[in-house]
Structure formats: structure tokens, C-alpha cells
């Protein structure tokens, strides 16, 4: 789930972080470098991440103003399997963290239905790339997920700074509502997850299990939601231009009636009508940045009659005309991002 190309990005921030601090690349990285479209995978890139922790005696790779003591992850993670639910384990991190280093603050909010995980460096101009603060998005993020073993729906996404790399490469991981220049950072989901028991166990995670099976935590085996799998089967067909099922018929290819289809969405909190709404937007954003696509093209997989009701759409999500956003999803290091 973390996406190659965001492995990449991270990898090659890290590495020019790491090398401004004196260290040699090539011990790192075994003497692999990171030019051209090589991508990193899996293992291999935690084992490059821990080796300059190491190197450092830094878990914040001295991108924070205050350092993180090498096994303070360990120790998190086993404490956090000890939680009752979800919101439980993020109560204890956010208290956890505020012990272990001064670096950096986490902290949940609920809002409404909203729950709000928030991350704060004490001195972001230390987050050289802003490495630390994407990289603590993403590994949050993806370990809410592994603790109740079952993917969570993303309703929006905050960074505090511009694009470092392609609006792709962001969407790829965190969904399509990201929003940058923020105030904060922070991820927002649904409060019902937080009642999600936790169902990893202590007795499968000792020793230096973060080290050697880091990876199973941000590519976990997890269950799918029903909203994505339906979301994901809607945009294939809109990709191949065929016209979009009833939700009974598509209930029939997933092997379930309609009914049962409606109830499982409905405690999901969402329904057939927004799902295609939601992947229909996803379909043109994603189509206006590949800049093969003409807008007409984009407009005929979308299922517009015309141009013109693609712009008034984008207009409506965005705020900004096709032509604008494809502009603004370009990587950006200044004040012109969008946000």
C-alpha cells in the first residue's frame, strides 16, 4: 500500500538528508544509489530507513529538534498491541511520544463523526524535505490499519507544507481528498473506527520484529472494505468507457444480493449514489493529470455529455478549471501549491 514511486520520493529525501549530515551513501545503501526510475521495495527500503537511524542514534534521523532514542518504535508497537481498541492505542502513542522525545507531538481530536490524528513538529524548519512529516503521515497511518487489520477510508488529508513530489504520488497512498499549505498535519477518518478492536498480540511482535518485518505493518494483509472494492470495480469500468451497473447487478459479481449489498455499504456509512459520485471525481482527477488525456477523452470516461460539464464539476470539487489543476499537479517547493 505505500506506493513505489512515494518509496522512491522517501528514499531520496532521506538519503540527501543523510548525506548532508556526513554520512556515506553507499554504506547505507549497500552500494545501490537511487538514480533514474529504479524503485525501492518492501524490505529493502526499512532496512535502508533503520541504517541510517542507526547511524544517527536518531529514530527522527535528526530531522526533529530533538532526538528519538534507536527502539522507541519497538517499545511503541508493544504497547500499542496492548490496547483495547483503536482509540485506545492512539491515546496511549500520542502520551507515549510525548515522553520519549520533544521532537515531535501527536494528537487525537474528534469532531462530530470525525476523528482527527494530528502530528506537530516542535521546529518543522528542522524537517529538511519534509521527510519526517510525510513519512510519520504515512507510517501512522498505515499502522492504524494493521492494528484492526482492516483498511480505513481516509475522508481528507493535511500536510503543512507544498508538494515535494507528483499530486499522483500522494493520491496513490492517501486518497484524492489532500490538501496542502495547511496548518497542520494531520489525517481525517470516520470516528466509528476508533471502537475497532485491536487484534495484533504481543507474542508476535518481540524481540526486533520492527526491524526485521517492518514491512508487514505498512503493506498489511488487511480487509478490504466494501466501499473500496465497489469504488475500485466502478472506476474499471469508467477506465474502459462501459456503462455503470445497478448496484444489484454489481452485487450479483461480488457473489451477494442487493439487499445485503445496501445493509454492508449503510454500515460503512455510505450508500451505491455516493460511491459513484466519489469515483467518478477520482476518475477525472487522476485523468487530468496524466496529460496524454485530452479533456474530452477524460469527459467520455467520466460519463459527461460535454466538455463544459466537466469544468463545471472540477469548478465545483476544486474550485479551479481542468487546465488549472493539471497545472497545480506538478511538484511544487513553493508558495504556488495548491491548497
Known sequence: MTGNRMTHHFAQTLLDCAARRGLDPCLLTDGRMLAGDEQWHGQDF???????????????????????????????????????????????????????SKGLRLRLVQSGEMAIF??????????????????????WYMLCQWLIGEEISLERVDFPHAMQTALADYTEVFGHNIH????????????????????????????????RRAA????????????????????????????????????????????????????????????????????????????????????????????NGLVRAMKSWTGLTPSQYRKHAMPQRDDDALH
Open 46 to 100: 526499512y532496512n535502508f530507513l533503520y541504517r541510517v537511524g542507526d547511524a544517527l542514534q536518531d529514530e527522527y534521523f535528526g530531522l526533529a529538534s530533538d532526538r528519538c532514542p534507536p527502539g522507541t518504535a519497538q517499545l511503541g508497537i508493544e504497547m500499542l498491541v496492548l490496547s483495547e481498541d483503536l482509540g485506545d492505542a492512539l491515546q496511549r502513542s500520542c502520551r507515549f511520544y510525548r515522553i520519549a
Open 118 to 139: 494530528e502530528i506537530m513538529l516542535a521546529e518543522p524548519a528542522c524537517d529538511e524535505g519534509h521527510f519526517l512529516t510525510e513519512w510519520t503521515m504515512l507510517r
Open 180 to 211: 496542502f499549505s495547511q496548518q497542520t498535519a494531520r489525517f481525517f477518518f470516520s470516528i466509528h473506527y476508533l471502537s475497532r478492536k485491536v487484534i495484533r498480540r504481543l507474542k508476535n511482535i518481540e524481540g526486533d520484529w520492527v526491524r
Open 216 to 307: 508487514e505493518f505498512t503493506e498489511p494483509d488487511i480487509y478490504r472494505a466494501w466501499k473500496e472494492l465497489l469504488k475500485a470495480a466502478l472506476r474499471a469500468r469508467m477506465a474502459r468507457m462501459n456503462p455503470i451497473p445497478t448496484m444489484e447487478k454489481l452485487a450479483e459479481e461480488f457473489g451477494v444480493c442487493g439487499q445485503t449489498l445496501r445493509r454492508r455499504l449503510k454500515a460503512e456509512r455510505t450508500s451505491y449514489r455516493k460511491l459513484k459520485a466519489e469515483a467518478r471525481r477520482e476518475m477525472v482527477l487522476e485523468g487530468i493529470r496524466n496529460e496524454e488525456l485530452t479533456l474530452g477523452q477524460i469527459s467520455l470516461m467520466a460519463g459527461f455529455a460535454e466538455t
